[in-house]
């Protein structure tokens, strides 16, 4: 039976040791306890958040086809931050007879009821801190939103000054977008018109920014930046 070595870092954690740091640790942990035939599963870029890694997805199947008889992590957030994953990984880990080694936490029992425990305390800080993380990162959104600093690219008609939108020579043609659309001619007309393109055309004209609106996923707030219509002219449009 082999011995897979299960190595994962994200984008967005800055908590993580790099993947040859892991993989070092890792490979000493199988030296001492005797594990051999090793194969090394990474995951590079990839959340805890779902299985769905192509990594993983290889390793577990190699699970379910009874070839590897052991895995070793970094730690046991390394397989998943998901509570309900981590229930899935010991249940799949238990019926394959798989033992689990971690180098921060060592051994894991999936066989008892005070192993079991004891992952289940690590898949719930896991959860936690992955939780808090979405939090504060939507929290840092709306903070940076609400005073109207952009968070994407500028749209057409603006360009970005220190994360602001200020209009560009672009501007009186988005504003003619409106007019003409207005006036009723059609999304391919005015791309001919106004030298855009089709999408371009029909995203301006759906678009609250060009209100001095901001947006922060499907919340409108009213932005600093300077509008490049006006009320009656975008509901006209």
């Known amino acids: 039976m082999r011995t897979a070595i299960y190595v994962r870092v994200s984008t967005d954690d800055q908590t993580d040791i790099s993947p040859d740091a892991q993989e070092k640790r890792c490979r000493e942990l199988a030296r001492l306890r005797g594990l051999a035939d090793v194969e090394v599963f990474k995951d590079e870029g990839w959340s805890g958040k779902k299985l769905a890694r192509p990594a993983m997805r290889e390793m577990l199947a190699q699970v379910e086809g009874d070839q590897i008889g052991s895995v070793v992590v970094w730690r ?17 880990f238990t019926d394959h007879g798989v033992k689990v080694y971690s ?9 008892s009821a005070s192993g079991r425990m004891q992952i289940g305390v690590h898949g719930v800080f896991a959860q936690f801190y992955r939780d808090s993380l979405i939090e504060n990162t939507k929290m840092g959104q709306r903070q940076a939103v609400e005073s109207d600093h952009w968070i994407n690219r500028a749209p057409t008609g603006y360009l970005m000054v220190n994360k602001y939108l200020q209009p560009n020579d672009d501007a009186p043609l988005v504003t003619r977008v409106f007019d003409l659309h207005a006036f009723g001619l059609g999304y391919q007309a005015i791309a ?8 371009t ?10 209100l001095g609106e901001t947006r922060l996923r499907d919340e409108w707030f009213p932005g600093l930046h300077a509008p490049l219509v006006s009320l009656e002219q975008f509901n006209a449009a």
């Open 201 to 210: 055309v029909l995203h301006i004209c759906h678009n609250r920014v060009y």
């Open 103 to 111: 180098a921060n936490e060592g051994e894991l029992d999936l066989t």
């Open 76 to 92: 046991w957030d390394r397989l998943t931050r998901d509570t309900g994953d981590g229930s899935q990984l010991t249940k799949l």
């Open 192 to 199: 001919d018109d106004v030298g855009f393109t089709f999408s």
